[in-house]
């Protein structure tokens, strides 16, 4: 399935490369026409109309019968930039097409997101919902019986990457629709580095060097959000790869079979993370800092680089980030370990979240033609690609122009060039117990206040 995936990015990545040539997260509760009227104004996707190649069972209906109202649990409460506002632009062009319905948002960030949608699995599921296509998440969500079965057939013609839609399914059966397609990267400052003649390392040795040199130099080497636990999680599965190459996944799907993670290259990789940390690779506090203050380091110039995924490539478009540094932002995938099986081009990534209908919906067939309204290929692929927000689950060539950010060729051709990709992240792979501990123990480990052998045998533990 990997390689399916990798061929089917790859034409992508080498149409833009082609193309080139030529040209806060606060949480928010709120109706969608209220939210995004600004935002349609300064963005001109928002105008687009969907095109006549859109796929027939999804087609713009406009319906002034029964007044409807869908209600839909968001991850996404930045309205006016990235996912938000595309997932927004889409809702507000639905309900324009269908006068009769009305869509109201709750949207939260991650954390808090996923907290109400386990109180929400016992109470009664919104009508249309976040999700992430991955054994920690999904499992016991399609376990409890909360989500609607997909009628798979509908989708042949939405153009999803081969295997995208694998995560979100159940018994053969389909139960959610993919939205990006992530990859895991080190934005840096593009600007910053050529001021100080720092160099963009090619091996893990030198990119210790550059971040004591950028700390040397009075600045953060690397934001990163500590305290929500799955990005440093992230980022240690992006050093398991580089150590173990195309064997991290038996790796891991091994260690979690048998709760036993004593395998050399996890105690490499996790070991790497510990003296990265040591050497002052992230802030001060880092390990009890959120998503946006992470951020914020980046995008306020305190910090060189910021450790995060492409689903962040937005950056280059939002002009809420002063234009010096949003002009500057850049990125590059892990380098290689000395030593290590893993190449500069095995890349950590993996097909994230997407959305599903709920079972219980009392308006269920409305539900699902809004899902599908938004997974047109000239909805959120286009405005997708046209807002910068990294890669889209399905097929985006048609809507590459050559006229995409520095950023976007770049995270595009690192997609061309990759020879594997990881697959699902390490918090992910398994049941909902051993993501808890993993996301809770991986500070303690980091900081060096737990030992890498007690830190591996308590997330084993969690395996059983």
């Given amino acids: 399935m990997k390689k399916k995936l990798i061929a089917t990015l790859l034409t992508a990545a080498m149409m833009v490369s082609t193309l080139a040539g030529c040209g806060n997260t606060d949480s928010s509760t709120s109706t969608s026409n209220d939210v995004q009227s600004t935002a349609q104004e300064d963005t001109p996707a928002a105008d687009d109309t969907a095109e006549d190649t859109a796929p027939a069972a999804a087609?713009?209906?406009?319906?002034?019968?029964?007044?409807?109202?869908?209600?839909?649990?968001?991850?996404?409460?930045?309205?006016?930039?990235?996912?938000?506002?595309?997932?927004?632009?889409?809702?507000?062009?639905?309900?324009?097409?269908?006068?009769?319905?009305?869509?109201?948002?709750?949207?939260?960030?991650?954390?808090?997101?996923?907290?109400?949608?386990?109180?929400?699995?016992?109470?009664?599921?919104?009508?249309?919902?976040?999700?992430?296509?991955?054994?920690?998440?999904?499992?016991?969500?399609?376990?409890?019986?909360?989500?609607?079965?997909?009628?798979?057939?509908?989708?042949?013609?939405?153009?999803?990457?081969?295997?995208?839609?694998?995560?979100?399914?159940?018994?053969?059966?389909l139960y959610g629709l993919p939205r990006n397609t992530d990859i895991q990267i080190i934005y840096y400052n593009q600007k910053m580095f050529d001021d100080n003649g720092w160099a963009v390392p090619a091996t893990y040795d030198e990119l210790m060097s550059v971040c004591s040199d950028i700390k040397a130099a009075g600045y953060t080497p690397i934001?990163?959000?500590?305290?929500?636990?799955?990005?440093?999680?992230?980022?240690?599965?992006?050093?398991?790869?580089?150590?173990?190459?195309?064997?991290?996944?038996?790796?891991?799907?091994?260690?979690?079979?048998?709760?036993?993670?004593?395998?050399?290259?996890?105690?490499?990789?996790?070991q790497i993370l510990v003296d990265s940390a040591a050497a002052g690779m992230f802030q001060v506090g880092y390990d009890s800092q959120d998503y946006g203050t992470a951020m914020n380091l980046f995008t306020n110039g305190q910090?060189?680089?910021?450790?995060?995924?492409?689903?962040?490539?937005?950056?280059?478009?939002?002009?809420?980030?002063?234009?010096?540094?949003?002009?500057?932002?850049?990125?590059?995938?892990?380098?290689?370990?000395?030593?290590?099986?893993?190449?500069?081009?095995?890349?950590?990534?993996w097909n994230g979240g997407g959305y599903a209908v709920s079972a219980s919906s009392a308006v269920k067939d409305e539900a699902v033609k809004f899902l599908n309204y938004m997974y047109q290929p000239d909805k959120l692929s286009k405005y997708g690609w046209e807002?910068?927000?990294?890669?889209?689950?399905?097929?985006?060539?048609?809507?590459?122009?050559?006229n995409e950010t520095d950023l976007q060729k770049q995270v595009m051709?690192?997609?061309?060039?990759?020879?594997?990709?990881?697959?699902?992240?390490?918090?992910?792979?398994?049941?909902?117990?051993?993501?808890?501990?993993?996301?809770?123990?991986?500070?303690?480990?980091?900081?060096?206040?737990?030992?890498?052998?007690?830190?591996l045998a308590a997330i084993g533990a969690a395996c059983e």
């Fill in 59 to 173: 087609e713009d209906t406009a319906d002034s019968g029964e007044a409807v109202t869908i209600k839909l649990f968001s991850n996404l409460p930045d309205r006016k930039n990235g996912q938000g506002l595309v997932e927004q632009m889409i809702i507000d062009e639905y309900m324009a097409a269908n006068s009769n319905v009305t869509i109201e948002v709750e949207a939260l960030d991650e954390e808090a997101y996923k907290t109400k949608f386990k109180a929400y699995a016992m109470d009664g599921m919104p009508d249309v919902v976040s999700i992430w296509g991955q054994p920690s998440f999904l499992d016991e969500v399609l376990d409890a019986g909360v989500l609607a079965e997909l009628n798979e057939a509908d989708y042949a013609d939405y153009g999803f990457i081969a295997g995208s839609l694998e995560g979100f399914k159940k018994d053969g059966k």
């Fill in 223 to 270: 934001a990163m959000d500590g305290g929500d636990g799955w990005p440093m999680a992230c980022f240690l599965t992006d050093i398991l790869v580089k150590v173990a190459g195309t064997d991290y996944a038996d790796i891991v799907r091994n260690a979690i079979a048998t709760g036993d993670f004593s395998a050399p290259e996890l105690q490499e990789a996790t």
């Fill in 303 to 349: 910090a060189a680089m910021f450790c995060m995924g492409s689903w962040e490539c937005s950056m280059a478009l939002n002009e809420d980030i002063q234009e010096d540094i949003r002009n500057n932002i850049r990125a590059f995938t892990l380098p290689v370990v000395d030593g290590g099986k893993g190449g500069a081009n095995d890349i950590a990534a």
């Fill in 387 to 402: 807002n910068g927000v990294g890669m889209s689950a399905q097929d985006q060539t048609a809507y590459l122009t050559g």
């Fill in 413 to 455: 051709d690192i997609l061309k060039n990759a020879t594997s990709v990881s697959g699902t992240p390490i918090n992910d792979c398994g049941p909902s117990a051993f993501k808890t501990s993993i996301e809770s123990e991986i500070q303690g480990v980091s900081n060096g206040s737990t030992s890498v052998e007690d830190f």
